[in-house]
């Protein structure tokens, strides 16, 4: 990876961005790095949705979200040299830390750019793990330009969230992980932000179950992938979207991250933001796990019936559970009213 890496780059295969081979070379570098997080089960929710449901718990991951994964793969397959000067990012939260404890366990520095109205623990927990923050303003200002300027003016690898091959394979280990203790399932959900956590599910549950629906979730206020997949070409919505699935405020998908989605992905389905607060209820009062607002989104379309046909056996990827606390109460108080 390069200080600007290219969306054009491959793949182990050459042919195709991110092979199932990427995703298992990404999968052997993260053992003992990365924790091979739980498959919840739970006859309850069975029984609310009308399926078999297969949990894969990202928020007990390393940083509590699937970002870890790319991030270590990424950085870790960058020349020592690099390293040693450093890496730079730009993140709503969870790729922050990911960088930013990725860049630490490898002996280098971070320095990440983020919205300065980031939920106050993610900024916290990302100058916790050692990084430099620099914040911006999420409406007004291009946080791509400005973490290509720091990194050409510091000399840093840039290291994007989702726009990048090796990125996309370490997410894909969580899908990887999931389907090798669950066996073969009808279906698998993923929550859709930049969508790499989605390519990447998508290119290593369909090379074990070719039949497999993996279908992604979007929260209603940012559906840019669910048009760029009805236009056949990538759109952009008219502004930053305003959702309590803040980690899924994109304004239009990656370019690789599309490529990848559009060949492989069945489809996607929306959550409203009534309907995510109420999956983070059930997730915490009956599930006894706490999960932030993009991390509910698939299992807020399952709860909600969005998904038909109903698939007899179906994974969810809940993708982290970085929330504060005063954020989680004020998102319950939200939906008890």
Do not use: W
Request: charged content about 25%; aromatic content about 4%.
């Amino acid at each position: 990876m390069s200080s600007s890496p290219s969306t054009e780059a491959t793949g182990a295969g050459g042919g195709e961005p991110v092979t199932a081979a990427d995703v298992r070379s990404a999968a052997d570098r993260l053992k003992g790095v990365a924790h091979r997080t739980p498959v919840l089960r739970s006859r309850t929710l069975d029984r609310l949705v009308g399926a078999e449901v297969h949990l894969k718990c990202e928020n007990f991951q390393r940083i509590g979200a699937f970002k870890f994964r790319g991030a270590y793969n990424a950085v870790s397959r960058l020349p020592a040299d690099q390293l040693a000067n450093g890496v730079a990012a730009y993140s709503s939260g969870n790729h922050a830390q990911a960088v930013a404890l990725a860049a630490r366990e490898l002996g280098s520095r971070a320095v990440i750019v983020m919205p300065e109205d980031t939920p106050r623990s993610k900024m916290q927990a990302t100058q916790d793990y050692g990084a430099e923050v620099v914040v911006y303003d999420r409406y007004t200002e291009d946080r791509e330009v400005i973490g290509r300027r720091i990194a050409e003016e510091r000399g840093l690898a840039l290291v994007p969230p989702y726009e990048h091959p090796h990125i996309i394979a370490g997410q894909g280990t969580a899908a990887l992980e999931l389907l090798e203790e669950s066996g073969e399932l009808d279906a698998l959900l993923v929550p859709v932000g930049g969508g790499g956590l989605a390519a990447g599910s998508a290119v290593a549950a369909t090379s074990l179950y070719p039949d497999i629906r993996v279908i992604g979730v979007e929260p209603e206020a940012g559906d840019d992938t669910r048009r760029s997949l009805a236009a056949g070409r990538r759109v952009a919505l008219d502004a930053v979207p305003r959702t309590v699935a803040d980690g899924q405020a994109a304004v239009t998908p990656g370019e690789l991250t599309f490529s990848v989605n559009r060949r492989l992905l069945a489809g996607i389905e929306l959550v409203s933001d009534e309907e995510i607060r109420a999956a983070m209820r059930l997730a915490f009062e009956r599930l006894k796990i706490v999960v932030e607002p993009s991390g509910a989104t698939g299992l807020a379309a399952l709860l909600a019936g969005r998904i038909d046909p109903l698939p007899r056996r179906v994974g969810v990827v809940v993708s982290g559970g970085n929330i504060g606390t005063e954020r989680f109460l004020e998102l319950m108080r939200e939906d008890a009213d």
